[in-house]
């Protein structure tokens, strides 16, 4: 159970949020609880939705955003994001299962795991990195704008990640373990 109340159907979201939660179950099909949880704050709702619509509209294939959210989750620990992630790399972005592992631990096996390593690399260095890893995401071909996208959704799924954690999400999908250390 989550730490602050998670609203059980959008009438009982703050009227404000309502039309964000109608636009996500209208997208969707259904209003996942990080949805629901954060619409208690009609401002951080607007502002994680229209970071998602944002970036969907950027030049990272949908696949690479899946692989970079992934290797978010399981480095920030968060349980929710990873069962989450783990259900929509597979059916929506087509990750097979072993490629799902590897963006856990950072890698790929695609031609482009650059973008996987290049995030999980910021996270590590809490955004601090050394020039090299800038040079070795752009010579697998990323440009400045990719380089961009990369940092801001490292961004939007760390503030999905900590919400989650901090607030203890109730997870809504396949539940999935963290790897062993």
């Known amino acids: 159970m989550s730490r602050i109340p998670t609203p059980t159907i959008i009438n009982d979201a703050p009227e404000a949020s309502r039309p964000v939660l109608e636009a996500v179950q209208k997208q969707i099909g259904s209003v996942p609880n990080i949805?629901?949880?954060v619409s208690n704050?009609?401002?951080?709702?607007?502002?994680?939705?229209?970071?998602?619509?944002a970036l969907g509209k950027g030049k990272l294939a949908p696949a690479t955003r899946e692989r970079n959210a992934l290797t978010m989750a399981?480095?920030?620990?968060?349980?929710?994001?990873?069962s989450a992630h783990t259900y929509t790399g597979?059916?929506?972005?087509?990750?097979?299962?072993?490629?799902?592992?590897a963006n856990r631990r950072g890698t790929s096996k695609d031609p482009m795991a650059a973008a996987v390593e290049f995030a999980r690399a910021l996270v590590d260095a809490r955004g601090s990195v050394a020039p090299d890893?800038?040079?070795k995401v752009r010579?697998?071909?990323?440009?400045?704008?990719?380089?961009?996208?990369?940092?801001?959704?490292?961004?939007l799924n760390t503030f999905t990640n900590y919400v989650n954690e901090a607030l203890g999400t109730e997870i809504d999908f396949p539940r999935i373990d963290r790897l062993a250390a």
């Open 35 to 37: 949805f629901r949880l």
């Open 41 to 53: 704050s009609p401002a951080a709702l607007n502002g994680l939705t229209a970071l998602q619509g």
């Open 74 to 82: 399981e480095a920030n620990g968060c349980d929710y994001c990873l």
């Open 90 to 101: 597979a059916k929506f972005a087509r990750l097979d299962e072993s490629e799902i592992e």
């Open 133 to 135: 890893e800038i040079e």
């Open 139 to 155: 010579a697998a071909g990323y440009g400045d704008a990719e380089i961009l996208e990369i940092i801001a959704h490292v961004a």
